[in-house]
């Protein structure tokens, strides 16, 4: 299976539009060394033909000109997206489907609850039945049981649920329910291969562990370098785990976790533009090298050919 990060950042993408803060201020005036990221998405495939979106961000327009096989050129409209799979209602996850609308009917996939966000909240769906009908909606059931995509061979797809929030345009905001947010474990039925995708995961709940292990690499929730980040960067009144993120430091982050997941490659996307180690060479970046955590960076290319194939690599 191939994975194509089309794109590494959070919601507001690196640098942020309307943002001064250290990183956003830095990139600009070329006082760090970084890179630009735009909002978070990634395309697998293993044919390097047809190639499953999972989340369409706001900025699917750039991260499709800046990878060509999306478009094969096959006819005079056509496209490589062969689905998108949904993980959450929230709007850099999901906006992009507005820029898809030429291509309608698209194959969607998503839990029943973030098609009610996408209908009645943010109602892109419904607005999309004006293209050529719209979307074609399928059902991510919550049974843990594997599906796979039609037009898609070798690849299985598991939904993992994860604690999470609906977006604030929810109807049910303020009452959480299973399947506002997911993770989606993906396996190579040829290769034995398996990627774990969570870009937003806020809660280590035990039955992780599995998709952990299993994983031969785990994409996922980078966003936060602190607990109360956005508010010591003065640009936020909110803490990491009220978004539904959990950060990497501190004896209950990301990295203490990571670190029992010694055959897995491990790689951070969906990274905020107040994230320390976004800057190549803050201290911050130095403990991930440390504990071989990669950060994803848009155009990242990770191929799993052989099973935990990992251990060469570039960090
Ligand atoms: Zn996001
Ligand atoms: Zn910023």
Same mark, same amino acid.
Request: proline share 6%; charged share 20%.
């Given at each position: 299976?191939?994975?194509?990060?089309?794109?590494?950042?959070?919601?507001?993408?690196?640098?942020?539009?309307?943002?001064?803060?250290? @990183?956003?201020?830095?990139?600009?005036?070329? %006082?760090? @060394?970084?890179? +630009?990221?735009?909002?978070?998405?990634?395309?697998?495939?293993?044919?390097n033909? %047809?190639?499953?979106?999972?989340?369409?961000?706001?900025?699917? &327009?750039?991260?499709?000109?800046?990878?060509?096989?999306?478009?094969?050129? %096959?006819?005079?409209?056509?496209?490589?997206?062969?689905?998108?799979?949904?993980?959450?209602?929230?709007?850099?996850?999901?906006?992009?489907?507005?820029?898809? &609308?030429?291509?309608?009917?698209?194959?969607?996939?998503?839990?029943?609850v973030?098609?009610?966000?996408?209908?009645?909240g943010?109602?892109?769906?419904?607005?999309?039945?004006?293209?050529?009908?719209?979307? +074609?909606?399928?059902q991510?059931?919550?049974?843990?049981?594997?599906?796979?995509?039609?037009?898609?061979?070798?690849?299985?797809?598991?939904?993992?649920?994860?604690?999470?929030?609906?977006?604030?345009?929810?109807?049910?905001?303020?009452?959480?329910?299973?399947?506002?947010?997911?993770?989606?474990?993906?396996?190579?039925?040829?290769?034995?291969?398996?990627?774990?995708?969570?870009?937003?995961?806020?809660?280590?709940?035990?039955?992780?562990?599995?998709?952990?292990?299993d994983?031969?690499?785990?994409?996922?929730?980078?966003?936060?370098? &602190?607990?109360?980040?956005?508010?010591?960067?003065?640009v936020?009144?909110?803490?990491?785990h009220?978004?539904?993120?959990?950060?990497?430091?501190?004896?209950?982050?990301?990295?203490?976790?990571?670190? +029992?997941?010694?055959?897995?490659?491990?790689?951070?996307?969906?990274?905020? @533009?107040?994230?320390?180690?976004?800057?190549e @060479?803050?201290?911050? &970046?130095?403990?991930?090298?440390?504990?071989s955590?990669?950060?994803?960076?848009?155009?990242?290319?990770?191929?799993l050919?052989?099973?935990?194939?990992?251990?060469?690599?570039?960090?």
């Open positions: 299976m191939k994975i194509h990060v089309l794109g590494s950042a959070a919601g507001g993408g690196f640098p942020q539009w309307n943002c001064n803060c250290s @990183n956003c201020y830095g990139i600009r005036s070329g %006082k760090i @060394n970084a890179s +630009r990221r735009t909002q978070s998405s990634i395309a697998v495939s293993v044919d033909e %047809k190639w499953v979106l999972l989340n369409a961000s706001p900025d699917i &327009r750039t991260q499709f000109e800046q990878f060509p096989c999306i478009q094969p050129k %096959k006819g005079l409209r056509d496209t490589g997206v062969a689905a998108v799979i949904l993980v959450d209602s929230q709007i850099d996850h999901s906006s992009g489907l507005l820029t898809l &609308r030429e291509g309608c009917p698209i194959d969607v996939y998503s839990t029943e973030v098609y009610q966000d996408l209908s009645t943010f109602p892109i769906l419904s607005m999309l039945e004006h293209w050529n009908g719209g979307m +074609r909606w399928h991510i059931e919550l049974d843990t049981q594997p599906f796979e995509i039609e037009g898609v061979d070798r690849l299985r797809f598991t939904p993992v649920v994860l604690c999470g929030k609906a977006p604030p345009y929810s109807p049910h905001r303020h009452d959480p329910h299973p399947g506002d947010n997911i993770g989606l474990y993906i396996e190579d039925l040829e290769l034995g291969t398996s990627l774990f995708y969570a870009p937003g995961l806020g809660v280590l709940e035990q039955h992780l562990d599995k998709y952990f292990t994983s031969d690499c785990v994409l996922v929730d980078g966003t936060f370098w &602190r607990e109360d980040e956005m508010i010591d960067a003065g936020g009144t909110v803490l990491a009220e978004m539904g993120h959990l950060p990497q430091s501190g004896d209950s982050g990301m990295i203490t976790y990571l670190r +029992r997941f010694q055959k897995t490659r491990k790689i951070l996307i969906h990274i905020n @533009n107040t994230n320390p180690i976004l800057v @060479n803050s201290p911050q &970046r130095d403990i991930l090298r440390d504990e955590i990669e950060v994803a960076y848009d155009g990242m290319e990770i191929s050919e052989t099973q935990h194939s990992h251990l060469s690599r570039a960090v």
